[in-house]
T-cell receptor, first 111, second 113 residues
Framework: AQTVTQSQPEMSVQEAETVTLSCTYDTSESDYYLFWYKQPPSRQMILVIRQEAYKQQNATENRFSVNFQKAAKSFSLKISDSQLGDAAMYFCAYNTDKLIFGTGTRLQVFP | DTAVSQTPKYLVTQMGNDKSIKCEQNLGHDTMYWYKQDSKKFLKIMFSYNNKELIINETVPNRFSPKSPDKAHLNLHINSLELGDSAVYFC????????????FGPGTRLTVT
């Protein structure tokens, strides 16, 4: 069975600094998709970034980028120039036919 | 303009009652989902429907019954509510499975007393 592990329950970062959130997963599939979702205090789930496993190039979306290491089954999220509005729970997720979420990392951003 | 809407947003009820949560999406998506987020924020899929057909049914008690009257609606009915059913329930939709982004509703916080 596929599993997703986020080993950092909480992280904190100073505004304008960079922070990296870790995610590892376990699967025997070769084709799959990986996502990072953000859940602010409003509890709305928002897609941050996604990566297709067959693509070697790391996905980027403005200040958000991933480090995808397929052999290591690692999918970390880097947030550059952190902003107060980035404070939220971040969930890593794996998908073939259904989304399997990690346990989340709570990110605090300090001014 | 709301893409995925759920009603109600909050639901407080007593053990043993039956309740329903409604979900509607206006995105023209074919696939809809129900997720449960527990008190530790862990999100787990419960059901998935594609074009009104049930395609994923995780190990969920029989007291939970989803119904999809059409592609745009997916409701969740819960019988004989228990304390452990207290959680936030999210509806989501997507164009298809796999690659496609899932758009989530605002969630329904269910509290069973």
């Amino acid at each position: 069975a596929q599993t997703v592990t986020q080993s950092q329950p909480e992280m904190s970062v100073q505004e304008a600094e960079t922070v990296t959130l870790s995610c590892t997963y376990d699967t025997s599939e070769s084709d799959y998709y990986l996502f990072w979702y953000k859940q602010p205090p409003s509890r709305q789930m928002i897609l941050v970034i996604r990566q297709e496993a067959y693509k070697q190039q790391n996905a980027t979306e403005n200040r958000f980028s991933v480090n995808f290491q397929k052999a290591a089954k690692s999918f970390s999220l880097k947030i550059s120039d952190s902003q107060l509005g980035d404070a939220a729970m971040y969930f890593c997720a794996y998908n073939t036919d259904k989304l399997i979420f990690g346990t989340g990392t709570r990110l605090q951003v300090f001014p | 303009d709301t893409a995925v809407s759920q009603t109600p947003k909050y639901l407080v009820t007593q053990m043993g009652n039956d309740k329903s949560i409604k979900c509607e999406q206006n995105l023209g998506h074919d696939t809809m989902y129900w997720y449960k987020q527990d008190s530790k924020k862990f999100l787990k899929i419960m059901f998935s429907y594609n074009n009104k057909e049930l395609i994923i049914n995780e190990t969920v008690p029989n007291r939970f019954s989803p119904k999809s009257p059409d592609k745009a609606h997916l409701n969740l009915h819960i019988n004989s509510l228990e304390l452990g059913d207290s959680a936030v329930y999210f509806c989501a939709s997507s164009l298809g499975q796999g690659y496609y982004e899932q758009y989530f509703g605002p969630g329904t916080r269910l509290t069973v007393t």
